[in-house]
């Protein structure tokens, strides 16, 4: 049967989230890089058959109710991407460059492997004229980091990585919370690297709804989330080596709001 990309309403879309990996037991490595794979070739031909979806899709855009459809209604060549692996929660993150000079884009896509394909899909979309927006620049600096696997013995622990993640969430919204640094820690706002991760924050962004994707190996943490008071839609992925945040990457959609209401940062 014809695979359909339809968006739920959102009782629908509580019973397909709830097709759990803990019931699956966890997924493999393996697996989930395939779906990481299957997702850059549903971008790069532009059709969603490239993906194993179930009959029913929960596809959210920029995290709200949308249609798969209205994404992939056209090739675009993905020109960088990192995967983060969550196999206890049997989700994939895609961060992700597009530099076609028409209309360039970084994404945030999270995947989730379910009972019956891949649903649900979160996808956060940031072009020209959201914050900080700079595609060339966020492939550049991201290159250039060293995201190589933590070695054996030196992981840490799921809950160790969650809780320095939420203290760096916790600081966007309140300065006194003390976040653990890595020395040569490097920021990058949408494009713009800085230097010292402690620079530009104010500590009056609320950093709100947040949903997570923990990669042990990598260890490093994605949160999907709601940003400032406007409520917009951001991606934070962090690098977290021997307990400290190394490398941070944040994106923000501002849902044609200039700069989203977020402060800027140099």
């Known amino acids: 049967m014809m695979k359909q990309f339809v968006f739920t309403a959102v009782a629908l879309a509580g019973v397909v989230a709830a097709s759990p990996a803990a ?12 779906i990481a794979g299957d997702w850059v070739s549903a971008v790069e031909k532009g059709s ?45 993150m895609v961060e992700s460059v597009i530099l076609d000079e028409a209309e360039p884009m970084v994404l945030s896509t999270v995947l989730t492997n379910g009972f019956f394909g891949v649903s649900p899909i979160s996808n956060i979309v940031t ?32 809950d160790e990585l969650l809780a320095v993640t939420n203290a760096y969430l916790d600081r966007l919204g309140d300065s006194s919370v003390q976040v653990p640094w890595a020395d040569g820690c490097v920021r990058i706002d949408a494009g713009v690297p800085i230097a010292s ?68 940062t140099s």
């Open 23 to 34: 019931a699956q037991g966890g997924c493999s490595r393996e697996l989930l890089d395939g």
């Open 197 to 264: 991760c402690e620079a530009g924050l104010t500590g009056n962004v609320a950093a709100a709804d947040r949903q997570y994707t923990v990669d042990d190996v990598l260890g490093a943490v994605n949160v999907q989330l709601r940003l400032g008071e406007q409520r917009r839609a951001g991606s934070i992925t962090l690098r977290i080596e021997d307990g400290k945040v190394r490398y941070v990457h944040t994106i923000a959609n501002c849902g044609g709001e200039a700069d989203c209401g977020l402060p800027q």
């Open 127 to 158: 072009k020209q004229g959201d914050w900080q927006f700079n595609a060339a620049a966020t492939a550049q600096h991201a290159q250039a980091e060293d995201w190589a696997p933590i070695p054996e013995g030196q992981r840490a622990t799921r």
């Open 48 to 92: 969603g058959f490239e993906l194993d979806l179930g009959e029913w899709v929960d596809f959210q855009a920029n995290l709200e109710i949308g249609f798969m459809g209205e994404f992939l209604d056209t090739p675009r060549q993905v020109d960088w991407r990192q995967a983060l692996l969550d196999t206890t929660s049997c989700k994939v």
